[in-house]
């Protein structure tokens, strides 16, 4: 499996306030995904970047909310913009291998609380 | 209706004993069938993958897919308290995968 890191784990953050969460791949990846886990909750896929596209969003999620970057084949950045307290969540990066999206692996999460 | 279902627990298990878990999903059409793990407060990790109707095998894993029921399990057998977690099944279907709740599994000295 894939090594996955994220930055930051954690932060606490105030109302209207914007941050931005890393994924790091220890090898080159065609597809990155960003999910969401809200408290209780199973994972929602938020969208599917890809290097040198626009990102794929899910039925739910806006670019202006979650602006996705995607600047090579072993990074990606997910920014929560002007955040709520409904945003309060554990966001998780993942991919796939050689080029085999179903089969996904998870980075460690960044766990988000909104004041 | 829910694309992938399950039942969400707690369900108790014995030490020793063997703890199944179901699924059902409701896209006829997938083909990849994935159980999760997720100790509370850390990330989901992959612990078996099937494709093909039958049983797939994997040390005290066993997952069993039955593609006509629109069904897949799990089997943990020799439960240890280690085995305490939430289980996730994901389905590979209209090109994402799709989680379940989950199941949470708390194994009982």
């Known amino acids: 499996s894939a090594v996955i890191s994220q930055k930051p784990s954690r932060d606490i953050c105030q109302r209207g306030t914007s941050l931005t969460i890393q994924c790091q791949v220890d090898s080159q990846v065609t597809m990155m995904f960003w999910y969401r886990q809200q408290p209780g909750q199973s994972l929602t896929l938020i969208a599917t970047?890809?290097?040198?596209?626009?990102?794929?969003?899910e039925s739910g999620f806006v670019i202006d909310k979650f602006p996705i970057s995607r600047p090579n084949l072993t990074f990606s950045t997910l920014t929560v913009s002007n955040m709520s307290p409904e945003d309060s969540s554990i966001y998780l990066c993942?991919?796939?291998?050689?080029?085999?999206?179903?089969?996904?692996?998870f980075g460690p999460g960044t766990r988000l609380l909104v004041l | 209706q829910k694309e992938v279902e399950q039942n969400s627990g707690p369900l108790s298990v014995p030490e020793g004993a063997i703890a199944s878990l179901n699924c059902t999903y409701s896209?006829?059409?997938?083909?990849?069938f994935f159980w999760y793990r997720q100790y509370s407060g850390k990330s989901p990790e992959l612990i078996m993958s099937i494709y093909s109707n039958g049983d797939k095998e994997d040390g005290r894993f066993t997952a069993q897919l039955n593609k006509a029921s629109q069904y897949v399990s799990l089997l943990i057998r020799d439960s240890q308290p280690s085995d305490s977690a939430t289980y996730l099944c994901a389905v590979y279907s209209w090109g994402k995968l799709q989680f379940g709740a989950g199941t949470q599994v708390v194994v009982t000295p």
């Open positions: 896209d006829r059409g997938s083909q990849s």
């Open positions: 970047a890809n290097q040198g596209s626009e990102a794929t969003y």
């Open positions: 993942s991919t796939g291998l050689a080029g085999v999206q179903e089969t996904q692996y």
